[in-house]
């Protein structure tokens, strides 16, 4: 487990201090990642007493970040963790005008009534000319090279790690461990239809320290460095749900690769990173979608399968095969020869092969010279309601999922193989 995995683990048991450390740690490796400092400066906030200070500079710092990323829900988050800092530092104003801008970003963040409530407290039980009242404020921090210390370090440490290289070759013994500088580190990707390719470029890295950890919405590496330090690489979230049980890593001398799998084939990843979080509940999704398109191809394809029970006084109807139908062209209309001997049976009997049905030949008839929102809306009410509703309004089908709706007396159950 990296330093931001812990962290993160110390942030939800409430271990605050221990938290900051990891954090500080996980920093100190990846300067430019965001969500790290927002983290640090929850657990600078919760910790007791709480540091406002340190809180402010971390929350200031991801919100330039962000902005350079073009990240709107990382800058929200870093803003609102910028403003929670300004109250605590009693600047409630420029709170206020904070909690103003995570408003605009977000509109749905539910913790905005509360605090505004504070702040309005808060202003109403000062002077008017209560310096607390002004707006100093902006809403793009000025601060200076952001990270600069971190990459100071990351540069003495680099520097280092090639005068030990150059010792070692110099006495003639091969270098061991890692043998690029972790300012040099850098990663690579490249993308195909089925999967997503990461390259991180490193020399040397040991095959047994070495943690890589591949969750569908996640990556992160993690391996010891010469200097005693750890090196920490982590995306969170990925811009989409990824395949983790197919999803595969190697370590060879010069680089680490990772094959990510797509959970939606075909789909582009515009970055490897994207702004909203993904849960169990969007795979599920993801998964239910594949799902539907499988269902989908085997009703179209399916050759025999079982009728559905029904209320029909003319028997069961097996709406599997009418489905397959509803895809075919109908027949030719009949030569002018045969015209007149077909007269009486035009318009019903050229669909039908079923027994002479009415209602499959009236189904067939009314598919075939239908538009293609009256298709959709048979298609997706037929396959959502498990063939037992047939709709051809696609205003009303398109607005969601179609319920089962089993005959009277009768109760709709999952298949359970």
């Known amino acids: 487990m990296d330093h931001a995995a812990r962290g993160a ?7 605050y201090n221990e938290a900051i450390t990891h954090y500080t740690k996980a920093i100190a490796s990846s300067p430019q990642a965001v969500i790290y400092y927002i983290k640090r400066a929850t657990a600078y906030q919760r910790s007791a007493p709480p540091d406002h200070t340190s809180a402010l500079r971390d929350a200031e710092t991801a919100v330039v970040l962000a902005d350079k990323r073009g990240k709107r829900e990382l800058i929200a988050q870093a803003q609102l963790r910028r403003a929670v800092a300004l109250f605590g530092l009693d600047q409630w104003a420029n709170a206020g005008f904070c909690f103003g801008v995570v408003r605009k970003l977000n509109e749905k963040e539910t913790s905005l009534g509360i605090w505004d409530s504070k702040v309005k407290t808060k202003l109403q039980g000062i002077a008017e000319h209560d310096e607390r009242r002004e707006i100093t404020v902006k809403e793009l921090p000025d601060l200076p ?18 005068v030990e290289e150059k010792a070692s070759v110099a006495e003639g013994k091969k270098p061991e ?4 500088p972790a300012n040099k580190i850098r990663h690579e990707w490249y993308q195909t239809t089925d999967n997503v390719v990461i390259t991180l470029l490193a020399k040397g890295v040991p095959k047994d320290k070495a943690v890589i950890d591949i969750q569908e919405g996640s990556v992160s590496i993690s391996f010891p460095l010469p200097n005693s330090s750890t090196f920490d690489f982590s995306l969170e979230p990925l811009f989409a749900p990824i395949n983790s049980a197919t999803s ?5 001398s010069t680089k680490i690769e990772i094959i990510l799998k797509k959970a939606t084939p075909g789909q582009k990843w515009p970055s490897l990173e994207g702004s909203h979080p993904i849960n169990g509940k969007e795979i599920e999704s993801q998964d239910q979608s594949n799902a539907s398109e499988s269902v989908k191809r085997a009703v179209l394809n399916s050759a025999s399968a079982p009728a559905y029970p029904t209320s029909s006084r003319s028997g069961p109807k097996n709406w599997d095969k009418l489905a397959t139908d509803l895809t075919k062209k109908p027949k030719k209309a009949a030569t002018e020869g045969d015209k007149d001997s077909k007269e009486e049976d035009d318009g019903i009997d050229e669909f039908d092969d079923e027994g002479g049905d009415p209602v499959n030949g009236f189904f067939k008839k009314l598919y ?18 498990n063939g037992t509703a047939l709709s051809t309004n ?8 179609v319920e089962t709706s089993p005959p009277d007396g ?3 159950k999952k298949w359970e193989a």
């Open 394 to 401: 696609w205003s009303e089908v398109g607005k969601g999922k």
């Open 145 to 162: 090279e952001v990270g600069q210390q971190e990459n100071k370090e990351e540069k003495t440490h680099g520097k280092s790690a090639e």
């Open 177 to 180: 461990g890692v043998q690029t």
């Open 248 to 252: 595969t890593s190697a370590i060879m």
């Open 410 to 412: 009768m109760e709709a």
């Open 9 to 15: 683990a110390a942030l939800n048991a409430g271990n």
């Open 368 to 385: 075939a010279g239908a538009d293609p929102d009256t298709r959709r809306a048979m298609m997706k009410s037929y396959q959502e309601s």
